[in-house]
């Protein structure tokens, strides 16, 4: 499977989607097309945690103090599903390989993943 969980309005998930080869990709665009449960899980099984696929910079994050609050993972989970700001995006899954987010170490890993093909700028 190769897929990719963005957000067009992201100017980050844009720079990364020119800068790979798509062919064969099925894209999802996360504001237009929910993540679904089953979705989700799959990340979950693939990156080991819902945390790591939660976006503790998103703007509702901030507005809804959750960072004086302890979430578990089904909380991570459940904020996931129901506001996408929350999914840490990109999401790229490559059978079984996942890269989630555009940190500099993550953008590396798909740059090296990619070798030979386009570079990540």
């Known amino acids: ?23 064969g990709f099925t894209l999802q665009e996360i504001k237009t097309e929910a993540i679904t449960v089953s979705q989700l899980e799959e990340m979950k099984e693939l990156s080991g945690s819902y945390e790591c696929l939660f976006s503790k910079r998103a ?5 809804m103090d959750l960072k004086n609050e302890t979430l578990s993972e089904k909380d991570y989970k459940q904020l996931i599903l129901e506001e996408y700001t929350f999914l ?3 999401v790229i899954i490559v059978n079984n ?20 093909h386009h570079e990540i700028k």
């Open 1 to 23: 499977m190769k897929k990719i969980y963005f957000l067009k309005t992201c100017d980050t998930c844009k720079r990364i989607l020119k800068s790979i080869p798509l062919d």
């Open 59 to 63: 703007k509702m994050y901030k507005a």
């Open 88 to 90: 840490k995006r990109p």
């Open 97 to 116: 390989q996942i890269f989630i987010g555009n940190s500099k170490k993550n953008l590396e890993l798909i740059a090296d993943f990619f070798k030979g």
